[in-house]
């Protein structure tokens, strides 16, 4: 997944999560696991991409 993709899914996190006043902490820990998958995948992208 590129930097744009990334970009654009963080954008969609903020637009929904803007103008509430609490955010469950679950829902915190699902956006950061996702952010955090999509580096993996990512660098597993770069890695086999350098590899080859």
Do not use: K
């Not at 996190?13 to 998958?37: H, K, N, T, Y």
Request: aromatic letters at 2%; a negative charge; charged letters at 30%.
């Amino acid at each position: 997944m590129d930097d744009q993709a990334l970009t654009g899914r963080i954008d969609e996190a903020l637009e929904q999560f803007r103008g509430r006043d609490l955010v469950a902490a679950s829902e915190i820990m699902d956006l950061l696991l996702d952010l955090r998958l999509m580096l993996l995948a990512a660098d597993e992208a770069a890695r086999s991409t350098a590899t080859t």
